[in-house]
């Protein structure tokens, strides 16, 4: 059903908490997802002329780098892209199949490729471009938050994360419930100042993320002091040339 | 946002449908049509071929046409939903409308009124589908509802107008009346609608699309993929400013200012009334360029992302 599950008091809100400051841009937690989700819950994900020219395909996490500030306080900012699984999702109410949902037990939004009649509508309605049609199977998919690995008894405990949280290899990804404000997910983005994005359109995104740190000052060059042996008519040279 | 020719063509025709069967059943069950049989189901016919027609487009939009029965379950939540559900009740206070002219030689009056009530409820759901997304501020209009309606009467009208020219005259100057009011009622709606999205600025940014805001202009430095993926082709669609002004003006003149011309004419005597065809089909073309333009002009949030304007 499109209508979204009653909220509850510390009801549980999975989702991921990623750190703008450690993201280091090398795009592996967008080839991990595509990797697992190409033979997982929404598999396969298209992938289109992936050798030639004009290719094109289904990516549920996509890295984008931004450049923020002028002159010497401007900073580079790697910034992973994916669904938020948002508390008010409108890509869920605006689905006319019901396809489209809401999870009440952990709040994961999911699509039912069997009923979805890929109409797009949820694509158009989502702010963040979390949504994208397969062309191929005529469906919307969208991150699953792995809900096929979250879950999944056959994986050693500690890989029972989404994909995207496992292999990045700064640790700038982070996988818990948001909806527990004692949870590790949850103290980060308090110590951090996690942030929601466009927060004006009233979404609720479930995930956070981590603003970059402040810069720390630049160190101001300095010669070092000639010290070193050497007779003094090549250290006459090293100043004269030095000037 | 990409202007898919399935949608323009099915909010346009079903548009000029759903107007047509609402002038058609609201001013038969007042008496003011005329009453052959030929007239009404030649009348009633091409408004819902044109609903039909229409409906048939859209489903072309569909990834899964096949399934598109499932659509009509989640009217709770999803004005695509209500759009369904009403487009198909709809059919059936037509239908017994229009049995009951070709049985009794005047369609029942409730069902006339059933009917118009339907068509209208029709149309603004298809237009709530539109205005009930936040992420595309040319669309999260209250004008856009307003105008999807006036658009769908004044088409519909002209549209009746033309065909009951072929019967009788003086009802045909009446509904020529009634299409010259809901025309320039549209014209000025279109304006103001014009105006707003050219003179506000969507409330997200890259700012706040990012969160970055705080450290300066946030500059798009890097997308994720060299060439243009769904996102950008599907809600990144783009139209040169110049070629939207120019467009415009032909929608204008194709729309409201040659048809409600003819029709100033036609009230005022020297245009013969059948000209009133023409004057719909003019009406009915513009409206396509004037859809076409809708989406067109139209920007998603997800473009910040991509360093572009919404």
């Known amino acids: ?243 | 946002m990409k202007p898919a020719s399935s949608i323009v063509f099915f909010t346009t025709a079903s548009g000029a449908g759903y107007g047509m069967l609402f002038w058609l059943g609201l001013l038969s069950a007042l008496g003011d049509l005329p009453s052959s049989t030929a007239y009404g189901m030649t009348a009633l016919f091409i408004a819902l071929a044109l609903i039909t027609l229409g409906l048939l487009s859209s489903t072309y939009h569909l990834g899964h046409p096949e399934r598109a029965w499932r659509a009509l379950s989640q009217w709770r939540t999803s004005w695509l939903s209500r759009e369904g559900v009403a487009a198909i009740a709809t059919y059936i206070p037509a239908v017994i409308f229009g049995l009951t002219w070709l049985l009794t030689g005047r369609g029942s009056p409730l069902a006339g009124v059933l009917a118009a009530a339907l068509a209208v409820i029709t149309v603004i759901c298809t237009a709530m589908i539109y205005a009930s997304l936040k992420p595309i501020r040319q669309w999260s209009n209250r004008l856009v509802p307003a105008f999807y309606l006036l658009a769908s009467l004044f088409s519909g009208a002209i549209c009746l107008a033309g065909i009951t020219s072929f019967v009788d005259p003086i009802a045909a100057q009446s509904l020529g009346l009634v299409s010259l009011f809901f025309g320039a009622a549209g014209a000025v709606v279109k304006f103001a609608y014009w105006r707003q999205i050219d003179t506000t600025r969507g409330t997200s940014t890259a700012a706040s699309a990012t969160g970055l805001g705080h450290l300066g202009t946030v500059r798009s430095f890097e997308a994720p993929h060299t060439d243009e993926n769904y996102l950008l082709k599907e809600m990144g669609f783009r139209i040169a400013r110049k070629h939207a002004a120019k467009l415009r003006a032909y929608a204008l003149l194709a729309t409201f200012a040659l048809p409600l011309a003819i029709l100033i004419g036609i009230l005022a005597g020297p245009v013969p009334v059948n000209t009133l065809v023409p004057a719909a089909l003019l009406a009915v073309v513009g409206m396509l360029l004037e859809r076409w333009l809708f989406f067109a002009e139209a920007t998603h949030t997800v473009v910040l992302y991509y360093g572009r304007e919404a």
Not at chain 1, 118 to 129: D, F, H, M, N, V
Not at chain 1, 215 to 236: H, I, N, Q, V
């Open chain 1, 1 to 243: 059903m499109t209508s979204l599950p009653a909220p509850v008091a510390g009801a549980k809100k999975l989702g991921l908490v990623i750190d703008l400051d450690t993201c280091v841009g090398c795009h592996a937690c967008a080839v991990n997802c595509k990797e697992w989700n190409a033979s997982g819950h929404s598999a396969p994900l298209t992938d289109s002329n992936a050798y030639q020219a004009d290719p094109h395909g289904v990516w549920f996490n996509r890295v984008h780098t931004y450049e923020a500030g002028d002159g010497d306080a401007s900073r580079t900012v790697h910034f992973p892209r994916s669904c938020l699984h948002c508390e008010t999702p409108a890509c869920v109410t605006v689905c006319p199949t019901g396809a489209s949902y809401k999870r009440a037990e952990d709040g994961i939004v999911l699509v039912n490729a069997e009923a979805c009649i890929g109409c797009q509508l949820c694509a158009w309605a989502c702010p963040y471009g979390a949504r994208e049609f397969d062309a191929d199977d005529g469906v919307m998919k969208k991150c699953t938050l792995c809900v096929d690995r979250i879950y999944n008894d056959n994986l050693p405990e500690a890989e029972r994360v989404p994909a995207c949280v496992s292999t990045c290899p700064a640790s700038a990804r982070h996988f818990g419930d948001l909806g527990d404000p004692n949870s590790a997910v949850s103290q980060l983005v308090a110590s951090r100042g996690g942030y929601d994005l466009m927060p004006e359109l009233g979404y609720k995104p479930t995930n956070k993320y981590l603003p970059p740190r402040k810069a720390a000052p630049r160190p101001t060059a300095t010669p070092a002091p000639e010290t070193g042996a050497g007779s003094a008519l090549l250290r006459w040279i090293d100043r004269a040339l030095s000037r």
